[in-house]
């Protein structure tokens, strides 16, 4: 099997995965494009073409992915079109911005945990234990990722030099 077929059909497994998950099917097979992509950029005529899906559902795609950081538009001289790349530290990026919504379930289980009067009751109970995990991953998640990005960094310099 040659290596195209290979990263189409990984990219297709991820799509797959990622729309079990709860991802848009679209928005989905367009991430693992880009992801499994031997191109640095590509268009969206390119993006329409290659996954056999209209220009809307393209644009769809590209708005979310955008706005969540797993896409970027990038400059190409001489080309009138928009050209897109799935950016470095994308991961890193997504998983730090994941913080905000982490704060917000902690904040709210919190206040439940206020509401059914302490951690004796039932849903108090269930409540404290959501409580404690969410502040568990909020002050290791950013050491984590802090980690990774020097244990990344350190390994590309080491594949360049």
């Not at 880009?34 to 795609?61: C, H, K, N, P, Y």
């Not at 897109?84 to 904040?107: C, H, I, V």
């Not at 919190?110 to 039932?122: D, F, I, K, M, V």
């Amino acid at each position: 099997m040659g290596h195209d077929k290979q990263l189409r059909d990984a990219a297709e497994k991820l799509a797959l995965i990622l729309a079990q998950g709860g991802m848009q099917r679209t928005t989905a097979r367009v991430m693992a494009s880009l992801l499994f992509s031997q191109r640095e950029t590509t268009t969206a005529a390119d993006l329409r073409e290659e996954l056999q899906i209209s220009s809307g559902a393209v644009s769809g795609a590209v708005k979310q992915l955008t706005l969540s950081g797993l896409l970027e538009r990038v400059p190409a001289p001489g080309s009138r079109r928009d050209h897109y790349r799935f950016p470095d530290g994308a991961w890193a990026k997504l998983m730090s911005q994941q913080n905000q919504l982490l704060a917000t379930m902690g904040e709210v289980a919190e206040q439940g945990l206020a509401a059914a009067g302490g951690p004796s009751t039932p849903a108090g109970r269930r409540l404290a234990e959501m409580e404690d995990f969410y502040a568990f991953i909020l002050r290791e998640l950013p050491p984590l990722i802090d980690r990774w990005r020097t244990d990344f960094t350190a390994k590309r310099a080491a594949d360049i030099g």
